[in-house]
């Protein structure tokens, strides 16, 4: 079957770094995103990943490691206004997304 | 870019409407639309996939028949749910994509259903 796992909830400091890792086990593999969903809005699109590596965008960083079927959103600098949930989601062989549950992020001050 | 417009926000109504919702892709021209819903805290549910022109395929369990689903351009697609019923309450979310499979899916702002 196909899963995605990423951790329920984390817990971090206004103004430091977290890291938030998705493991995934997929029938194919064509690209690893990362959406921020704020409570009671819509997903906004972060970032998106094909190749191994690491992707920088401001604050956020995503990294893809297929050969382990890994990535990790990194976010620096924490803002409270980054209290939110990150989805990853990952688009299999027939370009269909799987859809990780979503690590809900706290920031405390 | 890549703005997606899904309205109405908010819909309140009784046992046994039929309630539509329309989502909008404003700068692009969108392909391939997804509709989704989301209970209180739970991860995405995607419902169905539509592209322009053709029927939408939809997912195992949800019934085709009471959501109805039209693309009938390259920028809009609605949403119809007939004889609403109290269960069918939810955050309904609509995505669209441009051209090219491996395009992010860019999201409406949602519409939440309350069916009393």
């Known amino acids: 079957g196909q899963n995605i796992d990423q951790p329920t909830e984390m817990t971090a400091t206004e103004g430091a770094i977290v890291q938030i890792n998705c493991t995934y086990q997929t029938s194919g593999f064509n690209g690893l995103f990362w959406y921020q969903q704020h409570a009671g809005e819509a997903p906004t699109f972060l970032s998106y990943?094909?190749l191994d590596g690491l992707e920088e965008k401001g604050r956020f960083s995503s990294f893809l490691s297929r050969s382990k079927g890994y990535s990790y959103l990194l976010l620096k600098e924490l803002q409270m206004k980054d209290s939110a949930s990150y989805l990853c989601a990952v688009m299999d062989s027939n370009y269909q997304l799987i859809w990780g549950a979503g690590t809900k992020l706290i920031i405390k001050p | 870019g890549a703005v997606v417009s899904q309205h109405p926000s908010w819909v309140i109504c009784k046992s046994g409407t039929s309630v539509k919702i329309e989502c909008r892709s404003l700068d692009f021209q969108a392909t391939t639309m997804f509709w989704y819903r989301q209970f209180p805290k739970q991860s995405l549910m995607l419902m169905a996939t539509?592209?322009?022109?053709?029927?939408?395929?939809?997912e195992q369990g949800v019934e085709k028949d009471k959501f109805l689903i039209n693309h009938a351009s390259l920028t809009l697609s609605t949403l119809t749910v007939t004889s609403a019923h109290p269960e069918d309450s939810s955050f309904y979310i609509c995505?669209?994509?441009?051209?090219?499979?491996?395009?992010?899916?860019?999201f409406g702002d949602g519409t939440r259903l309350s069916i009393l």
């Open positions: 995505s669209a994509r441009g051209r090219g499979e491996s395009q992010p899916q860019h």
């Open positions: 539509s592209n322009e022109g053709s029927k939408a395929t939809y």
């Open positions: 990943n094909v």
